[in-house]
């Protein structure tokens, strides 16, 4: 089983979509921003305050810099707990990120908790120190993605790449321990749906790419999912993410072309997608099918 990267993807896809998530899980506060001016991510900045900090293990944190309808700056924190089950400590961190951001840049921070796990009662949204009269505390937003699960035909429906992102991570909870098969037919149904929906190419790549973070599939099933989304590009004529490079050859799903064209020919894929696939010459594969044969008969 590839190993998923859920850390990886959401800060790759808080990145893309901030403004899309803001918008379906903090409407108050999307209204309270004048989105016609530029939204940025403070990387460096935030770089600069969790150094040496005991972020966790499995600890995603992104900072914006946003700009409100009265003209003010204001910067959002966001944290994502991907490790799936409740961490202690985070209250704390959230309280030492804030405080750390206002002592350092003085710029005023509205704090968010993004929680992935499942556990429903588990839901930090404050931390306090204080001794005789005296207290330090912060309290913050918290958006918890299970509670959208009472929601799933609002999602579903959501023309907002966010949408898509919380389907996702709802969907790889539910088949986090289901065989491959039905991973692979959740997997190739949340990937179908981008196209249904008439997402633009980025979306749909950016999307796509999320959602092969967070669903990983052993590789014979890898390999037929690759050929599911080149018969539904084909059939659609939308040849958005079907190229060897995007199905992520590069991460290990197996080692150099020549390998993954075996493993479709042996799969029973079409030469026609193996070259498109690969990039090989059909002369090629044509060559290799032949290998295959003569391999098979020796046995």
């Known amino acids: 089983m590839i190993r998923n990267q859920s850390d990886v993807a959401w800060k790759e896809i808080l990145g893309e979509y901030f403004k899309d998530f803001v918008e379906y899980c903090l409407p108050q506060l999307y209204e309270l921003i004048n989105w016609k001016k530029r939204w940025s991510s403070l990387d460096k900045e935030l770089n600069a305050i969790t150094k040496g900090a005991d972020a966790g293990n499995r600890l995603v944190d992104k900072l914006f810099k946003v700009y409100l309808k009265d003209g003010q700056e204001q910067w959002v924190l966001c944290h994502v707990e991907v490790q799936g089950k409740q961490d202690d400590d985070f209250p704390k961190r959230m309280f030492t990120y804030g405080y750390r951001i206002y002592d350092k840049y003085q710029k005023p921070v ?44 609002e999602l579903e429906a959501s023309t907002n790449p966010f949408g898509s992102v919380v389907l996702t991570q709802l969907a790889a ?116 099918q032949a290998e295959i044969k003569r391999a098979a008969n020796d046995h």
């Open 110 to 153: 509205v704090s968010c908790a993004i929680l992935t796990d499942e556990a429903k009662n588990w839901r930090p949204s404050s931390f306090r120190l204080g001794l005789a009269g005296s207290y330090l505390s912060i309290e913050y937003l918290v958006v918890k993605l299970i509670d959208y699960r009472d929601r799933i035909k």
């Open 173 to 288: 909870l539910e088949v986090k321990r289901k065989p491959d098969e039905e991973r692979k037919r959740v997997k190739f149904a949340l990937t179908r749906r981008l196209y249904d929906k008439g997402f633009k190419r980025a979306e749909v790549v950016n999307l796509y790419k999320f959602i092969d973070w967070l669903i990983g599939l052993s590789k014979p099933h890898e390999l037929e999912y690759i050929h599911e989304i080149y018969e539904l590009e084909e059939a659609k004529q939308m040849p958005y993410i079907s190229n060897a490079e995007k199905f992520g050859m590069e991460k290990g799903i197996v080692q150099g072309k020549l390998e993954v064209a075996r493993h479709m020919l042996e799969e029973g894929i079409r030469p026609a997608i193996v070259v498109k696939t690969t990039g090989f010459s059909s002369a090629k594969i044509k060559k290799l």
